[in-house]
């Protein structure tokens, strides 16, 4: 009976119901606009919440959390250009989708599906925190290693018939990621001796490029030739029943997410990724392809990213350990208010906890409801002319380059690799591998050199990978997705069909 009345006292409480409102309904708002990251916004209400008090904080922070994560999937359906990393997946298919007239139609799945993965994270968070977290703790450098290499097996899913194409792009992104500091030696690589480049490439000034600014160069092609808006469709709330058909789908992949997003340092773009592979592989009958536009390719990474959040607040309220850089924030609000997050922090403020769940269940709610409410709104943005929307886009696409760090340069890497990003699409080259080796190359390059440091050799080093349950389940996932992408695998499924 405790337990329940700490869960309720978000919505009893009229403050904290207002904070949460307010907070996901400025975090879907501010995740709309391509370059202020969860991260960032998060990191300002801090700023502004320092000296409230502590409950009231956390509730408009989380709120922030799951509006900014979900927000961002608005701009990657309707402009190309992904809010932030956990909505590169999402524009996959839901760009297409806009392209094709149904932008209200990815609007709305996403916003049903973001809620029903946003509740399974909630719920697994309430449920089973302790128990995932000392599954989380036991994560090796090898386990990580193999969670990058199953990303980067999605080369051959985002490359849309050009594998080798796609290959080659995935390779690039690598070295791109890799440009910067060795964060293990200490030494620098690709820098050619420049101080701006010490520090690396930020992967969100890639996104804005690759996706943004190359789209309007793109688009400028065909300048005045009519726009989405000559094929918005006009389509009917869908049914239960229609919805009930993606229910199993997602109810994996959320699952997948929250996993995923309890790792440290994994976050919702890796739960994304895998989560629109993982539909990929096991849908069988879509509406459309995967990649223009099929809505399971929609709904599985934004069931995902939302599941990963709350995936992400349980090493954060179990273990005191950070899930990602937002959840790290969390810590740091925990701490200024006087706070030890750890082990202790369940047994010594079993009411932060539980308030932490149904604020987060309120967000989820809050998510739904806003969600539903603007999907007439931003489907205006698809109504809007070339000639005003490009240049609209293109002023937020350069000022969200230079906020990230108020530099200079990031605006002129950006445009850099808007001109790539350009050509690319020109001479059919996927963009989305080049993306996703800037993501997971400096996790792949890390993983393996901690791994292999640890062991006492080759031998030891390749033993690694079946002597404990994860890693061992891990690598047969990873046999098991690689053969299932080559012909020989087609050929002997072939023959069971036909036996």
């Known amino acids: 009976m405790e337990v329940i009345q700490q869960l309720l006292v978000p919505l009893l409480d009229i403050k904290l119901l207002f904070y949460v409102a307010a907070g996901t309904f400025v975090g879907i708002i501010l995740g709309a ?51 932030g990393p956990s909505n590169v997946a999402t524009s996959f298919d839901g760009y297409p989708l806009a392209q094709k007239g149904e932008a209200k139609m990815a609007l709305t799945l996403t916003t049903v599906f973001s809620f029903v993965g946003g509740m399974i994270g909630v719920i697994i968070l309430g449920t089973t925190a302790p128990l995932i977290a000392k599954i989380a703790i036991n994560f090796g450098q090898r386990d990580y290693l193999l969670l990058a290499l199953l990303g980067l097996l999605l080369v051959g899913s985002l490359s849309k018939g050009a594998t080798a194409k796609g290959i080659f792009a995935a390779g690039a992104g690598i070295l791109v990621g890799l440009v910067g500091m060795d964060t293990i030696g200490g030494g620098t690589r690709f820098t050619f001796g420049s101080l701006q480049l010490m520090s690396g490439v930020n992967f969100v000034v890639a996104l804005l490029g690759l996706f943004g600014m190359s789209e309007i160069l793109f688009q400028m092609r065909t300048i005045n030739k009519s726009g989405i808006n000559a094929i918005l469709k006009k389509t009917a709330f869908p049914t239960i029943a229609f919805f009930l058909k993606f229910l199993p789908m997602s109810l994996r992949v959320s699952i997948m997410g929250v996993f995923i997003g309890a790792l440290p340092g994994a976050g919702g773009e890796i739960a994304a990724l895998l989560g629109y592979d993982h539909a990929k592989r096991t849908v069988k009958k879509s509406n459309r392809p995967f990649g223009e536009g ?15 959040i709350g995936g992400a607040l349980i090493p954060l309220l179990t273990l005191g350990i950070p899930g990602d850089a937002v959840t790290a924030i969390f810590i740091g609000a925990l701490f200024i208010h006087g706070l030890q997050p750890g082990p202790l922090l369940m047994e010594q403020s079993s009411d932060l906890f539980w308030m932490m769940v149904g604020s987060s269940a309120l967000a989820n709610i809050f998510l739904l409801i806003f969600g539903l409410l603007v999907v007439s709104i931003f489907i205006r943005v698809v109504t809007v002319p070339k000639q005003i929307l490009l ?37 059919n080259f996927p963009v989305a591998p080049l993306v996703l080796g800037i993501i997971l190359g400096p996790l792949v390059d890390t993983s393996f050199r901690r791994a292999y440091m640890s062991s006492e050799g080759a031998g030891d080093f390749l033993l690694g990978f079946i002597n404990t349950p994860i890693t061992l389940i891990l690598s047969v996932v990873f046999i098991f997705t690689l053969l299932s992408q080559t012909n020989l695998f087609e050929n002997v499924k072939s023959k069971f069909k036909k036996a």
């Open 33 to 83: 606009i391509p370059g202020l990251s969860v991260t960032l916004c998060i990191a300002l209400v801090l700023s502004l919440t320092y000296s409230w008090d502590l409950l009231d904080a956390l509730a408009i922070m989380l709120g922030v959390y799951y509006g900014g994560v979900f927000g961002g999937s608005r701009a990657a359906i309707l402009i190309n250009m992904p809010g």
């Open 391 to 427: 240049p609209i886009i293109a002023v937020i696409t350069i000022i969200g380059s230079y906020s990230l760090n108020n530099n200079i340069t990031d605006v002129y890497w950006m445009l850099g690799f808007g001109i790539v990003g350009f050509f690319m699409k020109i001479n």
């Open 294 to 308: 099929s809505y399971d390719g929609v709904i599985a990474p934004e069931a995902a990213n939302s599941g990963a």
